[in-house]
């Protein structure tokens, strides 16, 4: 049931935003389909791509002032393999960044750069403008006070009733992921105004990059019990993943696949 009305909710948005003539757009993304593009320093390219169920999304490659290119990835558990909830045994703090963490700038103490924290960038690039009409760049993403007890900042992602709006990303190093390994995805996270709707659980994701630079597969953070459960104060959000036998590094996002507020803290990917 979950499913299907978090379908019919983005068969809903899409068809406001751009016409019915999309609808079959919105339909694959809702099944599990993502689009995004990732920056590395000089080295940018944009791609779309994604599994529902077992078949490979599309996606193109821009490498500087290179033209795009096409290509896919298909296969059945492509994606890697999810853990649910934390690891047992282990201690975590929601003021603390994991020993070993592969990705840097995930504690947002550089500020922001333009409209999104330094050394991150907006998932879809157009969404600055496609979310005028609930809010500014600035309204919807902003650094805001770290968890209770902490120093430093923590990062807001507020959606500001507007589903599906705002996320960002940051990639990790290259060759930073040995295919077959298991990482642990963990981040100090506070959800608030997300209760209404069952689909709104989802607040972090992953996928991954090969040694061309395509990026496949879809790993979200674990669903909810209930819509109740979407709304809670800090607390350390983890669980585990298998890296791909072609995968070479992982990208991050912070969704807005809610209509409210998520404030994020020590984003960290971690070999087990």
């Known amino acids: 049931m979950t499913g299907v009305i978090e379908v019919l909710h983005s068969l809903h948005m899409y068809r406001s935003l751009f016409g019915a003539g999309l609808v079959a757009l919105a339909l694959?993304?809702?099944?599990?389909?993502?689009a995004g593009g990732v920056a590395n320093n000089n080295h940018r390219f944009d791609a779309s791509g994604g599994f529902a169920g077992n078949t490979g999304g599309s996606g193109g490659t821009t490498?500087?002032?290179?033209?795009?290119?096409?290509?896919?990835?298909?296969?059945?558990?492509?994606?890697?393999?999810?853990?649910?909830?934390n690891d047992a045994g282990v201690s975590f703090d929601v003021c603390t960044d994991p020993?070993?963490?592969?990705?840097?700038h995930g504690t947002f103490e550089e500020g922001m750069a333009g409209d999104a924290p330094a050394f991150w960038e907006v998932r879809a690039p157009g969404q600055p403008t496609t979310c005028a009409g609930s809010g500014t760049p600035s309204q919807h993403v902003y650094l805001s006070a770290a968890p209770t007890g902490c120093t430093g900042n923590a990062l807001t992602i507020d959606a500001l009733g507007q589903w599906d709006c705002y996320a960002i990303q940051r990639v990790s190093d290259y060759n930073s992921i040995q295919a077959g390994a298991t990482y642990r995805?963990?981040?100090?996270?506070?959800?608030q105004g997300n209760s209404i709707n069952p689909a709104a659980w989802f607040v972090l994701g992953v996928q991954w990059l090969d040694a061309n630079d395509q990026f496949f597969g879809d790993v979200k953070n674990p669903?909810?019990?209930?819509?109740a459960d979407n709304d809670f104060d800090w607390k350390v959000l983890s669980w585990n993943v298998v890296a791909p036998s072609n995968a070479t590094r992982m990208l991050v996002w912070l969704s807005a696949h809610y209509p409210g507020r998520v404030d994020y803290d020590n984003i960290a990917v971690v070999k087990l």
């Not at 020993?99 to 840097?104: A, F, R, T």
């Open 28 to 34: 694959a993304v809702a099944c599990g389909s993502d």
């Open 63 to 85: 490498h500087g002032d290179a033209s795009a290119g096409s290509g896919g990835v298909s296969g059945t558990g492509a994606g890697g393999a999810a853990g649910a909830g």
């Open 99 to 104: 020993v070993g963490n592969l990705l840097d």
């Open 185 to 191: 995805i963990s981040a100090a996270v506070r959800a």
């Open 223 to 227: 669903k909810t019990a209930s819509a």
